[in-house]
Every structure is written in structure tokens, then in C-alpha cells.
């Protein structure tokens, strides 16, 4: 959503679970790509595909080898990487040459927002219907299945509810 307000013109998710693509697309990706359908890394593939990487690559999963991924897929020269995702103890492997070569590699908690300022604002987007929040959720669980709505989360988890 958010490169969609940014007005990215191609915006491709990457993900593992193809029966996430619909609501990818839903969420504003204009194509997606699965890792596990391509004999290269994914980073090659996205090099590949956009003829040199991606300008701005959003890591959202918290796992140090997707960052690493995300942060390889941007282009030399000016290609940025966010990390959104969270890994309490675990490192990442980047190559200085990349940072040399003009990549930027970021980190972000809360999308750098200020809460007392731009909380009311997404509320108000949330009620005027330009955020989409209700999408997110695919399960409904009582509070004492709260470790299988955890377990639900590492494994990439979670049915589409009825509409």
C-alpha cells in the first residue's frame, strides 16, 4: 500500500506461499514472484527481471537471510533496502563492495512514524477507507489458542476468512 501511495509503478511482492499472491495484489503488487520457482537466488532473479535490481526493496519477514536477499536485489548506484522485519540476535551478511557501490541499507521500527502525530492520521485514512486493515487478517482466534496464533505466524500461516 505504501508503494502504491508512493506511485511505484512496478511493485513486485516475493513470496514463497503462491496462494498469498491474490492478496498481494490486492495490497497493490503489480506482479509476484516465488523464490522457490527459479533455479537462481531470488536476488538474480530480480536483478534479472528489472535489468540491474529494484530501486527500493522492503524486507518485512525478520529473517537475516531474506534481509541480505533484499538488500543484494536493489540496484548499484542508488538502490535502497529497508529492514521492517525483526531478528533480536541474529546478523546479516552484507559485502562492503555493496554498500561502496551506492546501496543503501536502512532500518526502520514503526515506518519512522511519529505515533502522537500520525496515529490519528492512519486512523482517519483507516476510517475514510484509503487504509486497508481489515485485509490482514485471515484467522480469528480465543485468546487461549494464543500459541497457536503464534505458531500460525512463524509458519507463514493463515486461512482467508469468509466474506
Known amino acids: 500500500m505504501g508503494c502504491q501511495a508512493a ?14 499472491f491474490e492478496k498481494a495484489r490486492l495490497f497493490g503488487a503489480t506482479e509476484c514472484v516465488n523464490p522457490r520457482d527459479h533455479a537462481k537466488t531470488i536476488q538474480e532473479v530480480l536483478l534479472d527481471i528489472t535489468s540491474g535490481g529494484v530501486d527500493y526493496a522492503l524486507e518485512c519477514v525478520g529473517s537475516p537471510v531474506v534481509m ?8 548499484d548506484a ?3 533496502c529497508v ?3 525483526w531478528s ?7 559485502k562492503v563492495e555493496k554498500i561502496l557501490m551506492g546501496r543503501t541499507l536502512k532500518g526502520t521500527y514503526f515506518g519512522d512514524w511519529k ?12 476510517m475514510n477507507e484509503k487504509l486497508k486493515l481489515d485485509e490482514f487478517i485471515t484467522d480469528q482466534l480465543p485468546l487461549e489458542k494464543i500459541n ?9 500461516k493463515g486461512s482467508p476468512l469468509p466474506a
Open 7 to 20: 506511485k511505484a509503478s512496478r511493485i513486485i511482492g516475493v513470496e514463497v506461499n503462491p496462494e498469498r
Open 148 to 156: 497457536v496464533a503464534f505458531d500460525h505466524l512463524k509458519k507463514g
Open 88 to 94: 533480536e540476535s541474529e546478523a546479516i551478511n552484507i
Open 115 to 126: 505515533s502522537v502525530e500520525d496515529v490519528p492520521k492512519l486512523v482517519n485514512d483507516y
Open 68 to 75: 541480505t536477499s533484499a538488500f543484494e536485489s536493489t540496484r
Open 83 to 85: 529492514i521492517v522485519g
Open 78 to 80: 542508488w538502490g535502497t
